[in-house]
């Protein structure tokens, strides 16, 4: 796993530069955005049971046919299945916000996700539906909590999303 700095000191040894004043913005951006990513990830391990409990009660809700017999999370150990990887999505997420960048979600989340869901049958539209029901409740959550750049929490779940999205599952 990376986080956002150790991949640019990375980029430029490789090239053997110096940082340059994009190099230099983009550290300082990171470290600038500092407190509200560890305020975030706060807000997220304190609330995680509940983030995860009203995501898949709203995605339920949205789409009744999943629980219903014949559903994908029809059978407690299916849904409790769902629930478990949304709250795995969400830890993840919660470590790629901290490190200012989506790595570790390729690295533990998306290698391999193909093949299980494909081996499994799972549908991944409402994979995708129940990670932004959980970015909208992080977001609300984090600006309850005094952090006015919301907008941060968008990158690990919508990273999340569009390479879903961009995969054949």
Do not use: H, W
Request: hydrophobic share 35%.
């Amino acid at each position: 796993m990376r986080d956002a700095v150790t991949n640019l000191i990375r980029n430029y040894d490789i090239t053997g530069r110096y940082f340059d004043r994009d190099a230099i913005e983009r550290l300082q951006s990171y470290f600038e955005s500092g407190t509200a990513r560890i305020k975030a990830t706060e807000v997220i391990n304190a609330n995680a049971a509940a983030i995860v409990k009203q995501a898949g009660s709203t995605l339920f809700d949205e789409e009744p046919e999943l629980i219903r017999p014949g559903g994908n999370a029809y059978t407690t150990r299916r849904y409790s299945a769902c629930l478990r990887d949304m709250d795995y999505y969400l830890r993840y997420a919660s470590y790629a916000l901290v490190a200012g960048d989506t790595n570790v979600l390729d690295e533990r989340v998306l290698q391999g996700l193909r093949e299980t869901y494909n081996s499994l049958g799972v549908p991944i539209a409402p994979t995708i539906r129940g990670i932004e029901i959980m970015k909208g409740i992080v977001k609300e959550m984090v600006k309850e909590a005094g952090v006015e750049n919301t907008a941060l929490i968008d990158s690990p779940f919508d990273y999340m999303n569009r390479e879903l999205s961009e995969q054949d599952v």
